[in-house]
């Protein structure tokens, strides 16, 4: 019996780094940002789709979407109409690689298949899981984690966790919530306590 778990948390709180632990422990992982990495590339169908959808110049040198460019473009317009637009392209597609992918998985007999994603709770993925994960770390921690790994201001990591839902609001739509406050052993002990919790004598840990 194969369970699929949705992984998520707010950024800095090690989110990546748990999903990592999870394949050391046997779980097949699905990252949704690299698939909609995917799903965007040239000669996929949602590449034609947000060319003619979305104007400006977001194709790099070799033609591909250059997905921070194309973030500027959407984000850009102030009536969030080319959000809606790329969110309508993109998520029944990325929503449809993952089902597959939950698929292929299942078939092959992983006991746990782990959906990594920031934005599940707000995202049509929470009709894929079985179970949401969440990954916290107290803001102190988390910030100068983020700031350290981006190499970006303190300030800017500020602004990006008070534009995010709350650990609070995230919190009440998780089935378990695990605390990384530690260091990476810590984090792999918890998680393989919540592993053999969640899935008994099928584990294998």
Same mark, same amino acid.
């Given at each position: 019996?194969?369970?699929?778990?949705?992984?998520?948390?707010?950024?800095?709180?090690?989110?990546?780094?748990?999903? /990592?632990?999870?394949?050391? !422990?046997?779980? /097949?992982?699905?990252?949704?940002?690299?698939?909609?990495? @995917?799903?965007?590339?040239?000669?996929?169908?949602?590449?034609?789709?947000?060319?003619?959808?979305?104007?400006?110049?977001?194709?790099?040198?070799?033609?591909?979407?250059?997905?921070?460019?194309?973030? /500027?473009? &959407?984000?850009?317009?102030?009536?969030?109409?080319?959000?809606?637009?790329?969110?309508?392209?993109?998520?029944? @597609?990325?929503?449809?690689?993952?089902?597959?992918?939950?698929?292929?998985?299942?078939? @092959?007999?992983?006991?746990?298949?782990?959906?990594?994603?920031?934005?599940?709770?707000?995202?049509?993925?929470?009709?894929?899981?079985?179970?949401? +994960?969440?990954?916290?770390?107290?803001?102190?921690?988390? &910030?100068?984690? *983020?700031? *350290?790994?981006?190499? &970006?201001?303190?300030?800017?990591?500020?602004?990006?966790? *008070?534009?995010? !839902?709350?650990?609070?609001? !995230?919190?009440?739509?998780?089935?378990?919530?695990?605390?990384?406050?530690?260091?990476?052993? @810590?984090?792999?002990?918890?998680? /393989?306590? *919540? !592993?053999?919790? +969640?899935?008994?004598?099928?584990?294998?840990?």
């Amino acid at each position: 019996m194969t369970t699929v778990i949705g992984l998520t948390g707010r950024i800095g709180s090690g989110k990546s780094l748990a999903a /990592a632990d999870l394949k050391e !422990m046997g779980a /097949a992982i699905i990252d949704a940002d690299k698939v909609g990495h @995917q799903i965007i590339a040239k000669g996929k169908p949602a590449y034609d789709q947000i060319i003619d959808a979305i104007p400006g110049d977001y194709l790099d040198e070799t033609g591909e979407i250059d997905r921070k460019k194309l973030a /500027a473009a &959407v984000f850009g317009d102030a009536s969030g109409a080319y959000v809606r637009k790329l969110n309508a392209i993109t998520h029944p @597609q990325i929503t449809a690689e993952i089902q597959q992918k939950i698929e292929e998985y299942t078939s @092959q007999g992983y006991p746990m298949i782990v959906i990594e994603a920031a934005l599940l709770l707000q995202s049509d993925l929470m009709r894929l899981v079985d179970g949401v +994960w969440l990954i916290t770390a107290p803001d102190e921690i988390a &910030v100068a984690r *983020a700031a *350290a790994r981006d190499g &970006v201001s303190r300030e800017k990591i500020e602004a990006r966790l *008070a534009a995010q !839902m709350s650990e609070e609001e !995230m919190a009440a739509q998780a089935d378990l919530r695990i605390v990384n406050d530690g260091d990476r052993a @810590q984090l792999a002990a918890r998680l /393989a306590r *919540a !592993m053999r919790d +969640w899935l008994g004598d099928n584990s294998g840990i």
